[in-house]
């Protein structure tokens, strides 16, 4: 874990804003390279290149209902008490194709989604008629007049021909895989995933399977973070934990460095007052970006960049490390894969309780977001301190409370950030 | 596509309520089968066993802070006119355990995370003490009064041993894993992935990589089913499309009914006035459960079940497939993994324009929704037919509009159903 009393001094940590931090990032992430998909494993993935239409949807004039393709002149001056009769000359199925050219007292059959054949201008619906027959012959009856364009989809009611389908960097869900399918875009264009290294770090740490020990606890952060990088559209990689061997854990970071996009550390190597995420970066081929956020928890978050790659260094206390990806981390892979806005949705909503711990830094607390009657509620966890854990699982909202020296009242309104769910 | 005008009399179509038409499906699902997998693989998954905490968390008493173990009754009238010194006789670091014990007058130095001493009944932050040296012998300055208990985290202040981590039924995200893996779970028992056929049928359909015909579109919803199965967390399968041969036809929904948990269908078989679904459903062996729900779009759905198995029969409209699914296939396999609560959530938002349509169903529809100031603010698309496909992708809500021969209008209160972003 960082040792934040013990290094203030020796690392000269300077806190800069959230925003500030966020700022210091983006400039270094850079978009990743384009990748073609089977459109059936695009799922999720962002789109690298606008997609345009390469035919108007729909592509031919479709009947909007089951009935019967008509002249609309032809029912000119027809009511109940002067009914008329049209002659069914033709049948058009779904998929078929009109096979006789209508001429004034004529009409076709036809189906939903069926082709409207071009001498029509008109579809009535099946209902307001009545069939009849005569000499062989079928006809229907009709009462009233039609107007032009009555249930036919006109071509190109949805999207015109060379219109943009969808924009690059949109993430591809059911819609959007419906539109692509509609459009015959089988291979898409997508930003492959960056790959991001995940290694935890202090010697405190178990592996999941072994058994519990006495002041030590199982490293559950690269769990937490590997489903944090997938969510984010990145592609998780947890590499061997690090205890305390300076230099062999200098090493291994440098080596992810160089074979990963983007490496994200949890927690501090100490031995006594050393912390080799700090000492890291302050090496000469590394820019540090900083390496404390005004922000709780999290403050103690690292942020560096070795040619051209990007290192973060998370808190090791579960509430800390979580807050910090999803603000920092999360935003620079969101970036690299080129989304419209890589960061989580914001917005004002009402304290649903009084939060009365006050702080000096601004405190992104885990939350609990419910709507009431069209207002949006929000409510703190319980234990919303950077070393709980348990709360994460129960949040759908970081509750944003500003440094204050009082405590914010129940029905005041507070920024929200929302998580994913 | 279904021929809601030619089948109402052949197939005598009765509308039932779309919650009626849920409570008819639901008590046909049954709970899928346990299966035990890794924890890293199980994100996403639905528990299906409650888990309990094996030990407590956190499982010894936890520093809180870098600083100072020590005895607070050896702080008792301790001030900055009256300051104390304690010596330092022993430092741990996080993971490893106390060594030496304490006694009145000495204090272990003590990372954050790490283990306190028995006997040490309170920690005092390394800021606020003085380091000093005398003889070869450590020792902090001390100038206040320190009251037991402070920062130390008790045993089992996040969870007691035996209590309930996680209910089976909830589904497994980042706050789930961070928390499994903190307790050592490493294998977790979940609901086995039920298997979903889909069956878009229609002579009309195209393969999305065919070229474009005059009259016929190209087979898109199974694309969207795919991953509406994905996102309720079924295992979609696409099996071949069915054109126009109804003995085929028949014979491949009967076979994927006895292959797979669940057959969802895409459209109606059509051949003149034949609806292989509707044909399907009237069979000895099968009990239809509907055939036509008060709803639009999607009025024209079908549920049927076949030796305990379902059989969805959507739509072949865009639009009113993805609402079929979401409100009938969705809930289904939800229960099927047993999940708290297999509908999508509902609440009431405001309306944030006026819906001026009118309609003697309940209408679904699909829309965006906004927070401003609070307020959860819903805006219908422009195009909400059943037919129109473009809009699916720009929608996150379900606006429900009640049967009406009036406008509603901008500011009004509607149902909101939230779509699964």
Redesign the interface.
């Known amino acids: 874990?960082?040792?934040?009393?013990?290094t203030i001094d020796k690392f000269k940590r300077k806190a800069v804003l959230v925003s500030d931090a966020q700022n210091l990032i983006m400039p270094h992430m850079h978009l990743g390279d384009t990748e073609w998909i089977a459109?059936?494993e695009s799922?999720g993935r962002i789109l690298a290149e606008d997609v345009i239409a390469p035919?108007p949807?729909?592509?031919?004039r479709?009947s909007?209902?089951?009935?019967y393709a008509i002249l609309s002149n032809d029912t000119k001056g027809c009511s109940t008490d002067k009914p008329i009769y049209l002659e069914v000359v033709d049948?058009i199925?779904?998929?078929?194709?009109p096979s006789i050219k209508l001429v004034s007292g004529t009409v076709s059959r036809i189906?939903?989604?069926?082709?409207v054949p071009d001498e029509a201008d008109a579809v009535i619906?099946?209902?307001m008629t009545e069939p009849n027959e005569n000499r062989g012959r079928r006809y229907i009856q009709l009462k009233r007049e039609i107007k032009p364009g009555q249930n036919i989809?006109p071509v190109g009611?949805?999207?015109a021909e060379g219109e943009i389908i969808?924009n690059k960097g949109r993430k591809l869900?059911?819609?959007?895989?419906?539109?692509?399918?509609?459009?015959?875009?089988?291979k898409v264009p997508v930003i492959k995933k960056p790959r991001v290294a995940i290694i935890s770090t202090?010697?405190?740490?178990?592996g999941?399977?072994?058994?519990?020990q006495?002041?030590?606890?199982?490293?559950?952060?690269?769990?937490?973070l590997?489903?944090?990088v997938?969510?984010a559209g990145g592609e998780p990689h947890?590499l061997k934990m690090i205890s305390d061997d300076l230099t062999i854990a200098k090493q291994r970071v440098e080596e992810a460095l160089t074979l990963y996009d983007v490496v994200i550390t949890t927690g501090g190597v100490?031995?006594?007052d050393y912390d080799i995420m700090a000492d890291l970066v302050t090496e000469k081929d590394v820019e540090k970006l900083f390496n404390k956020v005004t922000l709780r928890p999290g403050s103690v978050t690292t942020a560096a960049v070795k040619n051209g790659k990007l290192l973060f260094a998370l808190s090791?206390?579960?509430g800390a490390c979580?807050v910090g990806f999803e603000l920092f981390a999360r935003p620079a892979i969101g970036r690299m894969l080129g989304v419209t806005n890589p960061f989580l949705p914001e917005?004002?909503?009402?304290l649903g309780t009084t939060y009365s711990k006050t702080n000096k830094f601004t405190r992104y607390v885990r939350g609990r977001q419910e709507?009431?009657?069209?207002?949006?509620l929000v409510y703190p966890a319980q234990?919303d301190?950077s070393?709980?854990?348990?709360?994460?699982?129960?949040?759908n909202v970081l509750i944003v409370i500003p440094p204050s020296n009082e405590s914010i009242e129940a029905g005041e309104?507070v920024k929200v950030i929302k998580l994913?769910?």
Chains 1, 2 share one sequence.
């Open positions: 874990m960082h040792h934040e009393g013990l459109l059936a799922g035919h949807y729909p592509h031919f479709r909007s209902m089951d009935g049948e199925p779904c998929g078929s194709l189906m939903t989604g069926a082709k619906m099946f209902e989809t009611q949805e999207l969808l869900g059911t819609g959007e895989l419906s539109v692509l399918a509609t459009f015959g875009i089988h202090g010697s405190e740490l178990l999941i399977d072994e058994p519990l006495d002041g030590r606890i199982r490293n559950s952060n690269t769990f937490m590997a489903n944090q997938r969510e947890i100490s031995v006594g090791g206390n579960p979580f917005y004002r909503a009402e709507i009431v009657d069209g207002r949006v234990l301190e070393n709980v854990m348990i709360t994460i699982k129960d949040s309104m994913p769910s």
